[in-house]
């Protein structure tokens, strides 16, 4: 069967969930996702509500796959992906910084994927894990969210 966009601009639908059903918080195992769309840089820009001062920083978002069969087959979905961000420091030449204190949590998800080495490039997290992932909500308005906030070695 192949999709008609014609026919389905003329096709009736019963209601649908207004609410996605996400993973569950807690300790899960993860893999990265190999798809290179799954590490992406991106440039947060804008104003404070209450302080109104001018931000401007990069954060990787990394997308990851659930490795949980269970909560796979709790949520009635093959794929579960949780996202997982982080603020980066980034130098003068557009480098990482390697400083103290300096890109802390982007260090952590190496150090659990055993790729905390010389040389990584962040193409490296491309496929790699597992890991475990600590799992926590978010709720904007009416819709909540499942991020990872913390990452630790898989024992």
């Known amino acids: 069967m192949s999709f008609d966009p014609n026919a389905f601009m003329q096709s009736a639908a019963d209601p649908m969930p207004t609410q996605m059903n996400v993973c ?3 300790e899960y ?7 290179p769309k799954s ?7 804008g104003v404070g509500k209450e302080s109104g001062k001018p931000y401007d920083f990069y954060q990787m978002e990394i997308t990851c796959l659930l490795a949980d069969e269970a909560v796979k087959a709790k ?10 961000r982080v ?11 390697q400083g103290e204190g300096r890109n802390v949590g982007l260090g952590r ?3 659990a994927l055993g790729q905390n080495t ?3 490039k962040p193409q490296d997290l491309l496929g790699a894990g597992p890991f475990i992932g600590k799992v926590e909500h978010t709720t904007v308005k009416d819709a909540t969210y499942a991020d990872i906030v913390r990452v630790g070695k898989v024992s």
Do not use: Y
């Open 39 to 45: 590490v992406a840089v991106k440039n947060i820009k």
């Open 109 to 111: 998800l190496r150090a």
């Open 29 to 35: 195992p993860f893999m990265i996702d190999s798809d």
């Open 87 to 97: 603020n980066l420091d980034i130098d003068g030449g557009g480098k990482l910084e």
């Open 24 to 26: 569950p918080e807690g």
């Open 75 to 84: 949520l009635n979905r093959a794929k579960v992906t949780v996202r997982f």
């Open 118 to 120: 010389p040389g990584w």
